[in-house]
Structure formats: structure tokens, C-alpha cells
């Protein structure tokens, strides 16, 4: 006999998790704060592994701002970020102001976003910018491992859930945060 798979669309309307919620199951041990899950439009979603030249790129990049955003900028990486009562991703690195950080919750806006990808690559360019864009995040970085490119989203429209600028850097170019004066990513710098 051969199974075939249902739709969960099938089974009716899936249950949509708060973030309240969310903090409860994490606080009472359904889930564990080591788990690989990040809560995204009330889904409690898997996260993708992390290869080498995830990591690499994480780290690399997280030097480089630390060292270039200040002392009135508090660079987060792989940590929680609440976006709305359904979405609190933990992007590969956010930057945040220093008093954003100082609360007994997480940080509810960031002036940078970055994801860096390969499998998850789709995901992070329909989902998670539509979350960013929706959040009025100013500018969401996309790396692309596999590609060694990055793909720059800026202009937020909030109501309709997109970037309205889009553009590829790579190769030899240096990438100017708008969001973040003063900081100006070569990419030689983080692809080599």
C-alpha cells in the first residue's frame, strides 16, 4: 500500500503560536533554549544547519561590524529578535541601538539584518524578508554563500510586506550600509 501524504491545509487551519506562548513553552521545557526553532508568522520553524561557510561568514561578518558600528550599536548574532506577537526569528546578525539590548525583553527593531544562506536560501528571500519588510527594517542583507554574492533589500513598504529596492553586490564591489553610516563592507573581505 502506498501512502500518500496530506496537506496540512487539508486537516483545517493550523494553530498560530504567540510569541507570548512561545516564551512559555521555552520557559517551561517544552522546548529548549538550545533547540534549533525559530518563531516565525506564529509557526514554530526548524532551522536550517549550519555548514562551514555559514559560520565563516558569520563570524567574519560579525567582526567586521563590531569594529565598525560603534560603541552606540550593539551587533546580536543568532539571537532573537521580536517583530511582531507571531514572528520572533533569530537572524545570523542584527544590529541594534545599545538601548535596545538594555531591556528585559529582546530588541523589537534593528537598523541591519542579515541571513546568510544556502538551503535555506528561498525561505530567507520570501519569509523572512516579507517579516523585515513588515517590521520597517531599513536595510536586510541576503548573503548567498554558494554565489559569494549579497543580495541588498532596502526601503521597507510595511502595509504590503516587501523591499521595494533590491540589488546584487559582489565580486570587487564595497557594499555601503545606508542604515549605518560610517560602514562599508568589501566583499573581497568576507568571500575570500
Partial sequence: MVEVETPLTA???????TVAAYHRML????????DPVELLEGVIVEMS?????HARIVARLNRFLVLSVGESFE???QLPLTLDEQSEPEPDLAVVPVEAGISDEHPHHALLVVEVAS?????????KARLYARASIPEYWLVDAERKCIEVYREPDTAQGHYRSREVRSGEDVLECRSLAGVSLPLTRLFS
Fill in 119 to 127: 538551503a535555506s536560501l528561498e525561505h530567507d528571500r520570501k519569509v
Fill in 11 to 17: 486537516l483545517g487551519t493550523p494553530h498560530r503560536f
Fill in 27 to 34: 520557559e517551561s521545557g517544552i522546548l529548549g533554549e538550545d
Fill in 75 to 77: 551587533v546580536r548574532p
Fill in 49 to 53: 544547519p549550519q555548514g562551514a561557510a
